[in-house]
């Protein structure tokens, strides 16, 4: 979908089209807040949305709803066209999504388990619906898949499989967060306010991963007390905070190690580890394999 609107422009974006299957990123910037801007497709189309960085409202005209989201987040809809009103409430949005072709996506999803399948049944029937109304959170599993596809350093017929395996991946882990959305109540996060607390928690980490900030830095940084922060981050992401710090942190030197010829000495100071050997001790334990083995598995 592109913006009609000046005030609305796309100053980053990717594309892939494979198996009949169209997925992007994108980054949009904004003017101003609280701006309502409108887009619509034709497509008969099932989308995977993931909200990656920024908060919006948007009204799905096809379903008669309007949902208040934060960045963080992702949901399987299904209309044939799709016309939105979208209300940003910040002044950048990335967003990530795979659309499938209705048949397409039923052929991938009729013999999953019985949330895929019903919301298949459906899509079947032509109702326009979304998969879940409890939105799932971009996890680090989740996170890494994003970054894997739009890094990828693959060409031709190799790039396709490799995305097409990463979007199977992709949907598996998201069906399976809706799941466990539907049986979650938050004990922490009472407020919006505090959820998106949370997710500038999230993104405050993602800026620091070479130098790891500690909790009351965090908790000053996004305005909200060390307990509300230290549990209520573990209630969203369903991982510590620095239990995420650290796979993400580990993420990115699998990156460098696969795709760079950086020495690990440098690898490990560039990520903030106080010596190489910290930093081979603490991927080992988490990946199960030493940086130089990663490495050699990767020529």
Not at 161 to 172: D, H, N, S, W, Y
Not at 254 to 282: C, M, R, V, W
Request: hydrophobic share 35%.
């Amino acid at each position: 979908m592109k913006p009609q609107n000046p005030n609305w422009k796309i100053t980053e974006s990717q594309q892939w089209t494979f198996n009949e299957i169209l997925m992007g990123r994108a980054v949009s910037s904004f003017t101003g807040k609280n701006n309502t801007f409108h887009t619509s497709n034709n497509r008969d189309t099932v989308r995977l949305h993931l909200g990656i960085r920024g908060d919006y409202n948007f009204t799905f005209k096809q379903l008669d709803q309007k949902y208040n989201l934060i960045g963080g987040h992702h949901n399987i809809m299904y209309s044939n066209g799709m016309d939105l009103a979208i209300e940003n409430k910040s002044l950048e949005i990335e967003t990530f999504g795979v659309d499938f072709p209705k048949e397409v996506f039923v052929e991938l999803g009729k013999d999953g388990d019985d949330l895929l399948k019903h919301f298949c049944d459906q899509v079947l029937s032509g109702k326009s619906m979304i998969i879940s109304e409890k939105w799932g959170s971009i996890n680090v599993p989740i996170q890494n898949i994003i970054n894997e596809i739009t890094l990828n350093p693959y060409q031709g017929k190799l790039q396709q499989i490799f995305l097409f395996a990463k979007t199977l991946e992709l949907l598996v882990l998201c069906v399976a967060d809706y799941k466990n959305k539907m049986s979650e109540s938050f004990v922490y996060l009472k407020t919006i306010q505090d959820k998106e607390a949370i997710i500038a928690a999230r993104d405050f980490i993602n800026q620091r991963l070479t130098d790891p900030p500690n909790l009351s830095e965090i908790a000053r940084a996004v305005g909200i007390n060390e307990f509300k922060l230290k549990y209520g981050f573990k209630e969203m992401f369903g991982i510590t905070l620095f239990g995420y710090l650290t796979e993400n942190r580990l993420s990115l030197a699998t990156q460098f190690l696969k795709d760079s010829s950086k020495p690990i000495a440098l690898i490990a100071e560039e990520l903030g580890y106080s010596s190489p050997q910290h930093f081979s001790n603490q991927y080992k334990g988490k990946i199960g394999k030493s940086p130089s083995e990663v490495r050699l598995g990767s020529k």
